[in-house]
């Protein structure tokens, strides 16, 4: 971890010079809103200098849309009764499906994002909500794992580079606020399901109405976001060849692997644990809402402590503190526990992801590389998300062996390889 000194020199100083294999000589700008330049081209007296509002109605607005724009209910329900005869694993490859499209679209759309495409995505995003429908298990892998999983990866990593085009020293918080959006989804959503599935409505009728919500929340988001910058005017390819030799890019790149691995147990599973281990099925089904409660907290919170702290400092302690959360999962035998479990982790795991992006947007040269950076990263989760709760199904089987999934997780999260990476990489981040 870092000492007080270099914490205090990293809130203090945020600006710095880089090249392309690393952060190099820390120099003072006299504007701290102005974007350090790499190149001499670019620190040339007629080259504009990038000022971020800060604030203001449009800032704000934009954000609030992010903001507005769970599958772990759909998986207690499919183990249980929709898709009864087929095994977790196979039940999981719908959410690992979901999960990767959910982020590995972000590699493309971070780089539409840059280019100024911003309104096309939101409106592929819609047409792929739109075509989501339930029927068989085929069915159910198509629309709710790839169609869902387009609709919602070709939105999230450009609304969470949005911020960037507004904020910079408040960007952590931003960025936190959008985060959010999708807890308070995640707490309002698995409710209603719930009561509309298991109620006279039924699940396609539920499947209808969510479906329609979410199309009508991202039409209020496309009417509020805006982006400010102009993409660049020649369509040069960025360096991303170099960005991957960047020590601090590099191990923050790296790092996905294993937190991605640990991070969908307790979302997708917490229900279905909580009524095996005889918790009533109608208090069990809040305890996805309870976990993204406690997310909505981690996402915000967090980042109006970044100066003080450091983000990568935070990032490792959240993560660590994840992990010990899930562990303690094995010892959970009712709903008092699975909440308490339930909200801490929603805490944890939602400030370590929240503040990610800020840490990848300090990386970045120029506001227009954020979207590309950030889809890269969560590309990989994506890639590895596809894969996780897969694993975490055939770990489980259809006996319900919880401690094997549990300890898995919390491995994931814990790992010394992971927490030293990020021990690492705070001496190279400013």
Not at 380 to 399: D, K, Q, Y
Request: charged share 10%.
């Amino acid at each position: 971890m870092m000492d007080g000194e270099t914490l205090h020199r990293n809130a203090s100083e945020p600006n710095t010079i880089r090249s392309s294999k690393g952060i190099s000589n820390e120099k003072e700008v006299a504007e701290p809103n102005i974007l350090p330049v790499e190149d001499e081209e670019a620190a040339l007296p007629n080259a504009p200098a990038v000022i971020f509002p800060e604030g203001g109605w449009r800032a704000w607005s934009t954000i609030a849309g992010a903001y507005i724009g769970s599958f772990g209910v759909y998986q207690a329900f499919y183990v249980r009764q929709y898709l009864r005869n087929f095994s977790t694993s196979d039940i999981g490859w719908i959410g690992g499906i979901q999960i990767c499209l959910n982020f590995a679209p972000g590699i493309i759309a971070g780089r539409l994002f840059d280019r100024g495409y911003f309104i096309v995505l939101y409106a592929l995003a819609l047409f792929m909500l739109s075509i989501s429908h339930e029927g068989s298990y085929y069915q159910v892998l198509l629309t709710n794992g790839v169609a869902l999983g387009l609709a919602c990866g070709l939105t999230y990593s450009p609304s969470l580079a949005i911020a960037s085009h507004y904020f910079k020293q408040k960007r952590a918080i931003a960025v936190g606020i959008i985060s959010s959006g999708s807890a308070l989804g995640s707490v309002i959503h698995p409710i209603m399901l719930n009561r509309l599935i298991n109620g006279p409505f039924g699940f396609h009728n539920a499947v209808r109405v969510s479906g329609a919500m979410n199309v009508s929340l991202l039409l209020i988001a496309l009417a509020l976001m805006r982006t400010r910058l102009p993409p660049k005017e020649k369509a040069e390819s960025f360096p991303i060849r170099n960005w991957f030799r960047e020590p601090a890019f590099l191990v923050i790149f790296l790092s996905a692997i294993p937190i991605f691995l640990g991070l969908f147990f307790a979302p997708f599973y917490i229900q279905l644990n909580a009524v095996t281990h005889g918790v009533d099925e109608h208090l069990a089904f809040y305890t996805v809402s309870i976990l993204n409660a406690g997310s909505i907290c981690g996402r915000i919170i967090p980042g109006a402590f970044v100066h003080t702290f450091g983000t990568l400092n935070l990032v490792t302690l959240f993560t660590i503190a994840s992990g010990i959360v899930v562990t303690s999962m094995a010892s959970v035998k009712n709903f008092a526990s699975n909440a308490v479990v339930g909200i801490l982790f929603g805490i944890f795991s939602g400030a370590s992801i929240a503040l990610t992006p800020a840490i990848i947007a300090q990386m970045a040269d120029h506001p227009n590389e954020i979207g590309t950076r950030t889809g890269i990263y969560f590309g990989l989760g994506g890639f590895v998300g596809l894969f996780a709760t897969p694993i975490l199904g055939a770990l489980l089987t259809s006996e319900y062996h919880w401690i094997r999934p549990i300890l898995f997780s919390g491995v994931c999260f814990i790992t010394p390889s992971t927490t030293l990476l990020l021990k690492e990489l705070c001496t190279r981040l400013p």
